[in-house]
DNA sequence: TTAGTTTGTGCAAACGTTTGCACAAACTAT
DNA sequence: ATAGTTTGTGCAAACGTTTGCACAAACTAA
């Protein structure tokens, strides 16, 4: 029998049935009766047809796969969006392609090309911290392929996106650091033309205002947010700063490191200084003191994302709004913040 | 000018040539002239011409496809795996379509069969906990379409897999935790039917055989290894062996959640009980004590797979002869069971 | 009977490539 | 001048599906 995979017109010349008559038996056709379906559907599984994608994706013009652009798959965040992402396509009969720009936007700028190529029916991206425009873009837009930005994305009218509302997170979890009684909060921020830093950064800007509280250059000190970038961090603000009674980091990555100057100088948290951070890592119920953060619902936005996709696709040509989906964020109240009760 | 993709026939048409000649131009065919090839060029980039991978997949018998089944991405482990996976892939020219059995044989079935639909040219496997057999994967191998398994496999002899020395990984690790003095040392044990539970297992009672120690039941549990698992484990074994001084656990999840208990009956990490696991964890460092730990080489392990994957690929009818390879491991000793020194 | 409908099937084109073969034109060697 | 080779191009089939259209046979309604 060899390494021949049956193919439909092997099963219609078994059955001396044209090519037809078996494509339409297997797509459970109306026009055919139940007696050929049975006798298709019985020697296809005899003889192991499988369906071959390809062909019909090139005659449907429909491939059934989606193409996935993310920065990069460390840490917890991405990965469980892409677990969410998998899980709603998969059930609706959509595989996945997959690819990293490792924060590089001329590798984006290839995995769109690729995906492109490979005839995705539709396109999620994540950008990475090198894009700041959208040139390699076009050209999806330009062959109509639907689009959807989520987490990181590029702020035009004609898109559509699923991110957190991360000025809202900011601003939670500095306001429950104020309730605290913290006077005097640090910020250890991220990328700024990284919309979800810079929302999270308005949203401790916000929340000072809203208490009254001046906000202090001193009081702020950005970088890429590595766990090293948080201590050095930590320790220039405690320098520029040395009253500073709390701090709100746009990452738990950096959080962590800023945990360890804090400790290494001797102060206490949260009585001393009040952490909080973004993300809910994992290892955040791990450390001592465990990590207050705002929770992202990752698996929750790649799924609306995919959900929205597979919505503009069967619209087909008559586009759909484009529409920005907002999620709301948890704060999870941990022992890096809560000084009683 | 529409929504209408250029085409090699689009192409042909404007230049007064035959789609033949167009093709073997984009593809540098050395039977084309310079001129024509130029004027070919030309024109598709005017026309942002992108080649349809569908059909050329469909005329080759060949999509450049590389397709992947993991258990799930939950932790960093098979995260970390992916990306080298993809990586590598991605340097080849090939895409990489990823599903997640979530543990369930039945899901990985049907992964696996969307996978062949969708003409993958080879397929990585890492078989989810309730994978018994190979039935699933006989049609794969009925195709001839390669197959490799990693980290997780099913023992057969005629089948490639890349997998971490897990069975030195734990002898190590053990014998480690006997040079610092331990006397009794428990194991949290995984699924026995997992090769990578099986041999970290026999590390742990050939390292005891190494050292002269009796090998103690009562300081053996199994379990599934999440972390309250690991507390729970924790509990039974202390009540079972007062005396014990060391504990090595199959994975890190389970053994934080060892640490919890240990430290709430008030017991000195490692004074009174030195701990080390397996997986190396990015929270490993950010407990305290921080966590020994055994890394996996885990993007390592992935492009491992890949290259074994392509090799089988390009060897295409010649069937190469299926492989083993084992990375090996290294013990990273940290706090949580260093003594002295 | 006639005309009209329903039911089941087949023909053939189309999707966008790749590639074996053929062939004309232009050289090269005798 | 003849035969042989090289160079550049085109024809047409093939990959495995889907689908608009046609059509024969068997009904239904008058």
Redesign the pocket.
Known sequence: MGIH?A???DLAAQL??????V??A??NNS???E??KQRVMELARQLH?Q??HL??A????RSNTLGVVIPHIDGQFFALVVKGIETLANQAGFNVMFCQSNEKVEQERKNIEALLNAQVDGILVSISLSTHEFGHLEEVRRRGIPLVFFDRILDRPDTSAVVLDDYQGGYDAVCHLLEQGCKHIAHLGGPQHLNICKNRYQGYVDALGSYNHPLDPALVHFSDLSMQDGRDGMEILLRQAPNLDGVFACNDLALVGAMHTVKRQGLRIPQDIALAGFSNELFDSLTEPMLTSVDQRCEEMGRTAVQMLLEMISAGDQAVAPRHVVLQPTLLIRESSQRHG
């Open positions: 995979r193919s439909i017109s001396n049935l044209s090519v037809s008559t494509s339409r297997l797509s026009r055919i009766s007696a050929t047809y369906p071959n062909a019909a090139l005659r449907k013009g």
